[in-house]
């Protein structure tokens, strides 16, 4: 394990220190999957076809998109030193699609990046800021497959036959869900195709398809990588061993990939998660084993009903508290099952949830008394107590 270093140092560093090494030089790396996974969040002018665009010629022409999204300018920076780069600039982007359909429940974007070593990278899009895209994510709770995940099986299959080369399928996020899932269902042609399935904080899957011939496949090829106080990357049957990645953000605030540390060509290690990101996982786990899927699905049906009644249409437009509050209307509804109701109702006392809050202060203070540890932590490769079951003994890639 990499131990930490006193310097600070994050992917738009890691463009500036090794962006000039070409991938002969340098080999791939997950910080070179990530940046493809930060890549697919932007969109771009007329990419869409079988040509597409080099980054330095997308930059150049200023195909980029802007946005108004938070995490637009990090995003953008990232692919300007990209495409200034001779590791990425003649990376080519091309058949780019993004959908959002509210009556389908849809949000998906994907795009393939032709890559300088010969291999092509099929990036996937992780929730963005609608409230369609995170109702998607809540109800893979209760469904067995979502409209985003059949998009990512029929993308990948499409992307598959335009080339013999290699693939690595790579997201942050949803995305991460989406890589795992689409390579889990492809043909058994097209998963001979995949070198490699990289997942950045990605809802682990549910337990049919864990449980699945295809799943078994490609497991062995899954990279996981999830920050110190992750949630996002513990949900459902996420993929063990895993490795922990320093973030020099808060609580979910680390589910941003741009606050995610890096030393060289590799991820700064930590030992485990934290605690916070223990309990909160335990108490998600131990509602989704209590409760069956028509139940789940009644409390997001009522939670989101009742964000639909705030007119919102992006997760935004709800602040933090008024979420909190939408949570804790829904879990008191007499519709919503006892064991949901509790369940939430802690979740609450304990200021988590999916879109913000954290007991990481709390821990902090606990572990300042009781020891001099910055991180109390969970090592990933034993059995923890957040509940999933092991669906693989697969190694990171994480280098020497």
């Not at 969040?41 to 999204?69: C, M, P």
């Not at 989406?178 to 809802?203: C, H, M, N, T």
């Not at 909160?280 to 069956?292: D, F, G, V």
């Not at 006392?349 to 999916?354: G, H």
């Amino acid at each position: 394990m990499r131990v930490r270093k006193n310097t600070m140092a994050n992917l738009t560093d890691y463009l500036a220190w090794r962006g000039e090494f070409p991938l002969e030089v340098s080999p791939w790396n997950e910080i070179d999957s990530l940046l493809c996974a930060v890549l697919s969040y932007l969109n771009f002018h007329g990419v869409q076809d079988y040509r597409g665009w080099t980054l330095r010629e997308a930059k150049r022409i200023d195909l980029l998109i802007d946005s108004t999204d938070s995490t637009f300018a990090a995003r953008k920076k990232a692919f300007e030193m990209m495409a200034e780069s001779n590791r990425f600039g003649d990376c080519r982007m091309h058949h780019c699609i993004s959908l959002t359909d509210e009556k389908l429940c849809l949000q998906f974007a994907a795009m393939c990046i032709d890559l300088p070593d010969g291999t092509m990278a099929v990036a996937f899009r992780g929730t963005d800021n609608t409230i369609v895209g995170w109702r998607e994510d809540f109800n893979m709770a209760y469904q067995t497959r979502v409209p985003a995940q059949e998009a990512a099986g029929y993308y990948l299959a499409c992307a598959a036959k335009l080339t013999d080369k290699p693939l690595r399928i790579i997201g942050h996020s949803k995305g991460g869900n989406l890589a795992v899932y689409a390579s889990a269902v492809a043909s058994r042609k097209v998963q001979k195709q995949i070198e490699s399935i990289w997942s950045f904080d990605g809802p682990g899957m549910n337990l049919e398809t864990a449980r699945t011939e295809g799943f078994g496949r490609i497991r062995d090829r899954i990279r996981s990588y999830i920050p110190q106080s992750s949630i996002i990357g513990l949900l459902m049957e996420y993929y063990r061993p895993y490795t922990v990645v320093r973030s020099t953000a808060k609580g979910l605030e680390q589910h941003d990939p741009m606050t995610w540390q890096v030393y060289g060509g590799h991820f700064e290690e930590m030992a485990g998660i934290d605690r916070s990101a223990s309990l909160t996982c335990e108490t998600l786990h131990e509602w989704l084993a209590n409760s069956t899927p028509e139940q789940r699905g009644s409390f997001v049906e009522t939670l989101f009903t009742l964000a639909d009644n705030t007119n919102a249409t992006k997760m935004s437009d709800l602040m933090n508290e008024k979420f909190r509050s939408l949570l804790k209307m829904a879990g008191g509804r007499k519709s919503v099952n006892p064991e949901t109701r509790r369940v939430f109702n802690r979740l609450i006392a304990q200021a988590v949830t999916l879109a913000a809050g954290n007991v990481v202060e709390w821990v902090r203070g606990k572990t300042e008394q009781d020891g001099p540890d910055e991180w109390a932590t969970i090592d990933p490769k034993e059995q923890d107590k957040t509940g999933g079951q092991e669906t693989g003994d697969n190694p990171p890639d994480g280098g020497s």
